[in-house]
């Protein structure tokens, strides 16, 4: 995990670090302590504990410039953040907790540590199959796990998640390790879907096909481009980053499973803290990040708006429109201990 850091406007660097040196000396602070820091509305500073960490500082100047609130975050793992703020309990200096998993969010949220919030912004920005049923967590952008290929050497790329465990691609295959939660979150979808014993075979003929993990989407990328696979499975915003840099990238992938269910897609979440100092602080940059701060937010990381009024950026547009497997999200971490179960009982690594 990172030090903290702070988004704010250069001039006032050193007075930010300071305030924020002061904030951790005093963790633990309460209630009326956030309100000396802040004003009624919820100003002076949020404090961000962030697993989703792509163009992040740019998006949090943006919301300071804005209104006038710092922003201090600090960046790490979903798992690590979520222990952490249980670890924390009352003592957290954690205003909002940002995740790029939606499991990893419902998990937080099931141990207490989040606070439910009644929004009117938020629940006309945020669909409801994008946010939890108890709005004590909002989903901010969707993010696309989809089948890549080789533009080179693959004419027949499978067009479903479990047509990735076809004997042809063995030795042709390259996967996230079962430790990362996109990997989890993908395999919960397909329990949700399939049942049990229909994902476990899914994923056991996946192992079959003798992958190359990788544990890393860009690597995974660019492992397709270097021939040490021809097939993988991926975010699709990586993708827009390298054609970004170089639009011959030579990778594509297909929307899977069209006929069916959909493609497998997660979140970007944000969720106000249940122990954090300042509430109404993180409450106005969570309403913001859904509203004003929407379309850059998305932006930042060639992300799918989470808010439908919104157009993603030009590149993602490009990729035209999709079927995705909205049913499974809001159930991907009541799923994610099943899923663990099932990459550990067929040897993923
Ligand atoms: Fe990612």
Redesign the pocket.
Known sequence: MTNYKVASQVARGLLTLSLAATVLSACGSSDEDAADQGDAIGGGQVTVYTG?H?GIEEVFEQFTTDTGIEVRFTTGKDPELRERLVEEGANTPADLLMT?DAANVELAAEAGVLKEIDSPALEAAIPASLRSADNNWFGLSR?ARVVVASTERVDDPPTTYEEVGDPKWKGRLCLRPSTHP?TQSLVASLIIANGNAAATETVASWVANDPLYIDS?TDIYEAIAAGDCDVALA?T??LGRLLEEDPEFPAAFSWPNQDERGAHVNLSTAAVTANGPNQKGAQRLLEWLATDGQQAFSDA?FEYPADPSVDPAEIVGSWGTFKSDLDAILQLGEFQPDAVKVLSATGYE
């Open positions: 989703r792509y790029a993010r996109y989407d975010n915003y990586y990381n």
